[in-house]
């Protein structure tokens, strides 16, 4: 079992950065893949980044690539996700999610087994 707390989410005007950071529970976060999503009112959840167990390797989604960063510390149980060029359409709500899988990256929110409860990005005009 994981537990996930997402933290660093808060109100930014646009061109500004945050860094969120999710602290997992547990002794199995060094083989789990992570990942960030996000969930705008009205919309679905959507993909944002995900990084392997390792860290070796990243994924992005189009709207974010070269603007955020995934990365992970593994001796301290924690996922960041470094978010630059913040634009009003970043706004939602960030969730972290994590799957026991030590071998490869994950981007469909199905294929995860864990979820933070959320922490909420405002990105002002």
């Known amino acids: 079992q994981v537990q996930l707390v997402e933290s660093g989410g808060g109100l930014v005007q646009a061109g500004g950065s945050l860094r969120l950071s999710c602290a997992a529970s547990g002794s199995t976060f060094s083989t789990c893949a992570m990942g960030w999503f996000r969930q705008a009112p009205g919309q679905g959840r959507d993909f944002v980044a995900a990084i392997a167990a390792s860290g070796a390797s990243t994924s992005y989604a189009a709207s974010v690539k070269g603007r955020f960063t995934i990365s992970r510390a593994n001796a301290k149980n924690t996922v960041y996700l470094q978010m630059n060029s913040l634009k009003p359409e970043d706004t939602a709500v960030y969730y972290c999610?994590?799957?026991?899988?030590?071998?490869?990256?994950?981007?469909?929110?199905?294929?995860?087994?864990?979820w933070g409860q959320g922490t909420q990005v405002t990105v002002s005009s």
């Open positions: 999610a994590a799957v026991a899988s030590p071998f490869r990256i994950y981007t469909n929110a199905n294929e995860y087994e864990y």
